[in-house]
C-alpha cells in the first residue's frame, strides 16, 4: 500500500520529553517504520517547526518524513496550530500530485481535520479513504483540566466531526472506545490496535543506570500537572514514615533545563522541600531514548499515575524492561498493566494509595520479580510494533474497503493495490 500520514505537531524526527513532544512522535515513528517493513511505502507528513530542516528526509528506502510548510517555521505550541491546517493539507495534496496514497492516516484531531480537507479535494479524482487516531480527546481532557484545557474552542465541534466523517478510527484503548461512543460517534466503524514498544530497545538484558545506591522509584514523561508526579511527591512521606528511607524518587522528562526554568519542575521541587523529601527526589531533565532501557532497568519500580491517560507508552517501556509498574486504573493503563499480574493499579489522585502501592513492591524483591518478568512476557507477546502494524493495516483495509463500497472512484494509477 502507498500510505500518508499526518503528525501536524509531532514529528517521528523530534526529540522527546518535551512540554509537545511524547508518546505521539514515538508512535508515528514506529507505526510508519513498522509499515514500511511490512512492504508499504508510507510518508509522514508534518509541519516545519524550524527554518533549517530539510523538506524530505529517507529514514528508510520505503520511508520518508516530509516538513511542510505551514505556518511559522518555528516552534508554535500544538494548541494554536489549527489556522495553519489548510495550509498543511495543501501541502499534502501538493506532494500527492496525480498519484494520491491508497489511504491517509490523521495522528491528533488536528491533523484529521488536515487529512480530511485532503481528501476530500479528490486527487487525481480519487476520494482518498481516511482513517483517524485521535491520541487523546478532548471531552476527557476538558473533564479533567476544566479552565486549564487549552485547546482552540473549535476542538468541541471538529473533533466529532473528524470521528464522524473519518471511513475507520483505530482507538489505542478499549476506555477510548467508550468514550468514542459519548461522543456520539458509530463504533463499528472503530477498531483497536494499542501503541507498542520498541522491543529491540526496551529489554531486561542489557546495563543499568548505575548511578543510585537507594532503591529506586522512576517516573518518566512530559512534565506537565496531569502526569501526576506532584501525586507520588505526595507518597512519599507515608514510604518514609513507614520506613522505607532508603529510597530514591528519579524523576524524568521535562525541558532539557529541567532543574531551572521549567515551570513544573520548580512545582515539583517546591512541592519537595515543603514536604520535607527533596533529599529523595532528582529530576534529571530530558533524557535521550538511547539513554532510556538502562535508566528502566536501574528501577525498582516504575510509578504511572496520571489523572487521565490515552494510552501510555511508558508503561509499556518498563514492563519490556522487566520492572513492575505502578499504575492509576485509568485509560490506556487499564489495558495495558495487568493488576497483580505485571503491577499494581492504584485509584487515580491517591498518594496514599501509590504508597501503600510502592511499599508493598519496595517490600518484596520476589514480588518484583514475579511482576517484572510478567510484564516482560506480556510486552512481547502483544506490544510489539510489527503486531501493531498488522492490526493498523487491518484497519486501512476495512477504511479502503468501506469507500470502495460506498461507490467511490477507483484509485488512479500509483494507487493500485
Ligand atoms: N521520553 C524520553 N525521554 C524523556 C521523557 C520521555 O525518551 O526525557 C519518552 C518515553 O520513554 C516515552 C515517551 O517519551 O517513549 C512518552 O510517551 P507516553 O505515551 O508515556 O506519554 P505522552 O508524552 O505521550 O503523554
Redesign the pocket.
Known amino acids: 500500500m502507498k500510505i500518508s500520514m499526518i503528525s501536524e505537531h509531532a514529528s517521528p524526527l523530534a526529540a ?2 518535551g512540554v509537545d513532544a ?3 512522535n ?1 508512535h508515528v515513528a514506529a507505526l510508519s517504520s513498522a509499515l514500511a517493513r511490512r512492504g508499504h511505502r508510507v510518508t509522514v507528513y508534518t509541519r516545519r517547526d524550524a527554518p533549517g530542516l530539510p523538506a524530505r528526509v529517507q529514514v528508510h528506502p520505503r520511508l520518508e518524513v516530509v516538513h511542510v510548510d505551514a505556518g511559522p517555521a518555528e516552534q508554535v505550541p500544538k494548541d494554536e496550530l489549527l489556522p495553519f491546517m489548510g495550509e498543511l493539507a495543501d501541502g499534502v495534496v501538493q506532494d500527492w500530485g496525480h498519484s494520491p496514497p491508497h489511504v491517509v492516516h490523521g495522528h491528533f484531531w488536528m491533523s484529521g481535520v488536515a487529512a480530511l480537507d485532503a481528501a476530500r479535494r479528490e486527487p487525481g479524482g480519487f476520494r482518498v479513504p481516511v482513517v483517524q487516531t485521535f491520541h487523546a480527546l478532548g471531552t476527557v481532557k476538558r473533564r479533567h483540566q476544566g479552565a486549564a484545557d487549552t485547546s482552540p474552542a473549535e476542538r468541541r465541534f471538529l473533533e466529532p466531526s473528524v470521528g464522524r466523517s473519518a471511513d475507520r478510527i483505530v482507538a489505542t484503548c478499549s476506555d477510548e472506545v467508550f468514550e468514542l461512543r459519548a461522543m456520539g460517534i458509530d463504533t463499528r466503524r472503530v477498531s483497536i490496535a494499542p ?1 507498542g514498544v520498541d522491543l529491540d530497545l526496551f529489554s531486561s538484558e542489557g546495563p543499568a543506570d548505575a548511578t543510585s545506591r537507594f532503591h529506586r522509584i522512576l517516573s ?3 512534565l506537565v500537572p496531569r502526569k501526576g508526579v506532584d501525586l507520588v511527591i505526595r507518597a512519599l512521606p507515608y514510604l518514609l514514615n513507614a520506613g522505607f528511607d532508603d529510597l530514591e524518587l528519579l524523576i ?2 521535562g525541558g532539557a533545563d529541567a532543574g531551572g526554568q521549567d515551570p513544573e519542575a520548580r512545582r515539583l521541587l517546591d512541592l519537595a522541600r515543603e514536604l520535607g523529601v527533596a533529599g529523595h527526589v532528582e529530576l534529571r531533565g ?2 535521550p ?1 538511547d539513554a ?1 532501557p538502562g535508566i528502566f532497568r536501574s528501577a525498582d519500580a516504575v510509578v504511572c499515575t496520571p489523572w487521565y491517560e490515552p ?4 508503561p509499556l ?1 518498563a514492563m519490556a524492561c522487566g520492572v513492575p509498574v505502578v499504575a492509576a486504573a485509568v485509560g490506556g493503563l487499564t489495558d495495558s498493566v495487568v493488576d497483580r499480574g505485571t503491577g499494581l493499579h492504584v485509584p487515580p489522585k491517591d498518594p496514599e494509595a501509590i504508597a501503600d502501592a510502592l511499599g508493598t513492591l519496595l517490600a518484596s524483591p520476589d514480588l518484583r520479580t514475579k511482576l517484572g518478568q510478567a510484564g516482560e512476557r506480556r510486552a512481547k507477546a502483544r506490544y510489539s510494533w510489527s503486531r501493531v502494524a498488522a492490526e493498523t493495516e487491518k484497519a486501512y483495509q476495512l477504511a479502503i474497503a468501506g469507500t470502495a463500497d460506498a461507490g467511490s472512484m477507483e484509485p488512479m494509477e500509483g494507487a493500485a493495490l
Open positions: 522527546l520529553g511524547g508518546g505521539q514515538v501503541c518518566v514523561g512530559r524524568v522528562g530530558q533524557v531514548r532510556m494510552f501510555g507508552i511508558v517501556e
